[in-house]
């Protein structure tokens, strides 16, 4: 899972890969098919198939919790922010893997699986905050992020099971830059969609917006049967000269998994303007015919390019991009009848081009077989061994995670072992003699090795890695009223006599980019039950919680120096006062970290 620069222009381009077996599913059902896709079905083509997604949030860290369908199975991620379906009927023309979590818009993917692969997938869910409002016998002008707006006209809201609105409207937006690489992660399905002719199609966006509408208690709103509110979304400086003065505009269907065209946007100062029916996610897109096309990568010695990102430009200058899978496979609906270049970028945090070749025209379904990468930049780096456990059997279920770059969310590879053994390459930009880190876990009861460190450009022999009763990692969980958050950087610090005869012991974790913070004092020293001598505090404003008090149970039960672990478990009822609602909440959570004083 790397990151490059940014494109010109994101289209429709999903790749393939991945592991491992389905945790807790149980049947589900699926969603309505709403008017505008009434005529439309989707080809079906079945193929066994398997399937790894990552769910991360709007800074990079994955989200644990969160709940994942497809078709008829549900799960949920792991503490990585992961999720598994193993060996499963698939529909190699599109399949649609949905998530969903409080506090963030509903997010999805649609992929096109490869038979007898492992399909890897990416959702950045993006954070579900209302904090505008208007009243809806007036209505109101909305700003979004990025200078978008979005205009509501007087008495045009209503509930959204059907009926008049007339109280506050909470709503919640983001507009997505079309320029940006991370919209490909956060959009809704893929950029693919179905005409007013049913006709399926691929999509240039110039930009697209969620927006959820909200009633001062929670109910859920739409807009009101014959009215309308308009969109204006801005268009990135580079994008203006390829931008057509007339766009169509898109909803996101949530069931397919696929937008439909529905209305118009019209050019206006540097903006698309458009008056849209009812909300869900909206797109401004200009499509054009497409076809599938399969390719494999290699290096010169014949091993597959895992993770790296590659381009497809078309001869506009527009391109779409994705990431190679597991086998260094790439297998998807790329434009038609155009000549096309094919650039393939170093992965990790390298960020140049490797590699560029002429590819097209397609007329048809074409398979190119193997590219041979040939650059002197490519580096090839093997890393083998086994996980075994405090007897030395292999470990069954077993991950381990390279990081290449330590501050950086996002920026490892997961490998997920059910044997222990382990025998993999990874081909990378030259970086040989970097050192980056690979750290072996357990997950039959979150056992960990301490990290690795191993040098790209040779052959890393790992040999057996012990993972025998260490905890994963040190960190504060807390939950709210079953939402839960893992904090893995939270500090703790003990200050001795800062009054005389007192000790505070304090941990805390902020968060500067979101206001978000927890802090918990603790008056004493060492082990011990400490319900009536604490004070806590909370601000999560992504999850709607501002909170403060004491809570009734708060036990320390391991107490190290410095550099030493210090553990507890705490719990309680406190006042939830974001937005001034003044709400009980139930609080609980542990900790385990390493005193910093």
Known sequence: M????????????????????????????????????????????MVKSSLTGMVLDEEQRPLTGVRVEFNEWVTSTDEFGHFFFNDMDMNELGA???????????????????????????????????????????????????????????????LEGGGSYQGEVRVAAQWLDPAARRTLDQMPGNLQGVNTLNEEVALETFGMMAVELQGSNGEALNIAEGATATLRMPIPDDLLAAAPSSIPLWSFHEGHGIWAQESSAGLQNGFYVGDVSHFSFWNCDAPFPVVKVCFRLVDEDGNPLVDHYVRIRRPDGSSRGGYTDANGEICDKFPADEELVLEVYSNNSCGSILFTQNIGPFSMMTDLGDIVVTSPQV??????????????????????????????????IYEYLTDGSFDLNYSDCNNSGMEVKVTAINLDGLITADPITITIGQANDLGNIELCDQPTTYALELTIDGETVIYPDAQLRVFQDTFPGEHIIQISKSTPATNGYFYMTLNGLGVGDYSNDNNVSISEPLLEWLMYGQLS?????????????????????????????????DVSGSFLLIRQQ
């Open 379 to 412: 580096t090839t780096t093997s890393v083998t061994g086994q996980l075994v456990d405090c007897d030395g059997n292999p470990v069954l279920d077993g991950l381990l995670i390279i990081d290449f770059n330590e501050n950086l969310y996002g920026d490892e």
């Open 553 to 585: 149970s708060v036990t320390l039960d391991t107490f190290g120096d410095v550099g030493e672990e210090v553990g507890g478990v705490f719990s309680g009822t406190l006042t939830n006062r974001f937005d001034q609602n003044m709400v009980d909440v």
């Open 96 to 158: 649609v893997v949905k998530v969903e979590k409080d506090g963030y818009f509903d997010g999805s993917r649609r992929f096109f699986p490869i038979a007898g692969n492992n399909n890897k997938i990416r959702i950045e869910m993006l954070p579900q905050t209302f904090d505008q409002s208007f009243p809806a016998d007036q209505g109101g002008l909305i700003e979004v992020n990025g200078g978008a707006r979005i205009e509501f006209a007087a008495n045009s809201i209503r």
């Open 2 to 45: 790397k990151k490059t620069g940014l494109f010109s222009l994101l289209l429709l381009l999903i790749f393939s890969a991945c592991r491992k077996d389905i945790d807790d599913v149980q049947t589900s059902t699926n969603s309505p098919q709403t008017p505008i896709l009434s005529n439309w079905v989707p080809e079906q083509s």
